[in-house]
């Protein structure tokens, strides 16, 4: 059914078009054009974050840190693999997949690292990512305010996760 949704959604939208006397083919081409022009706009806060996850990610700050509070963690009963994605998930999306994906593949996806990190991603967002684009895409520059409560959002999402799948797993 799924497969069958969004050709069925297009074809609504055409339908609704036509019906309308709008020219669809041409009102398509007119917006892919007007595209180009956000694309332009976008690529530099794209480009700069871009930039700046790899080099965070590169540098060994995040395994520097992560080794310095390890024995916080283990008064905590917070696994040390789970970190990483707690960490990069407000600043990558892709990132923090493949820290889920490894964390699952190496531990499974029901053991306690497998849930806790699969609950983790799905209470999270990714704050500097939405910031970046949504921001940029209109020109806010001024982000403080946003920034700081996606950031709490982000830590309620991570305590919230920590406490859910210790109590229930």
């Known amino acids: 059914m799924s497969s069958f949704f969004i050709p069925m959604l297009i074809f609504l939208v055409i339908l609704y078009a036509s019906l309308k006397k709008i020219n669809v083919y041409d009102s398509f081409t ?5 595209s180009f022009g956000m694309i332009l ?21 995040l395994e520097a ?19 990483p994605m707690a960490i990069i998930r407000p600043i990558s999306g892709s990132s923090s997949l493949a820290i889920l994906n490894n964390i699952l593949t190496n531990h ?14 799905g209470s ?5 990512y939405v ?14 305010y946003s920034l700081w409560a996606g950031l709490f959002a982000d830590l309620i999402g991570i305590l ?3 406490l859910f799948v210790h109590l229930f797993f």
């Open 65 to 83: 840190f992560i080794s310095l509070i390890e024995p916080i963690l283990k008064l905590l009963y917070l696994p040390s693999e789970v970190l």
């Open 41 to 61: 706009k976008l690529f530099p806060s794209m480009l700069a974050m871009i930039v700046a996850v790899n080099v965070f990610l590169k540098s060994g700050i």
């Open 160 to 162: 919230s996760s920590i």
């Open 124 to 128: 999270t967002d990714t704050t500097f």
């Open 30 to 34: 007119e917006g892919s054009t007007e």
């Open 131 to 144: 910031l970046t684009l949504y921001f940029g895409s209109v020109g806010i520059k001024k982000i403080r």
């Open 108 to 121: 499974g996806p029901d053991s306690f690292l497998g849930r806790l990190a699969s609950v983790m991603q």
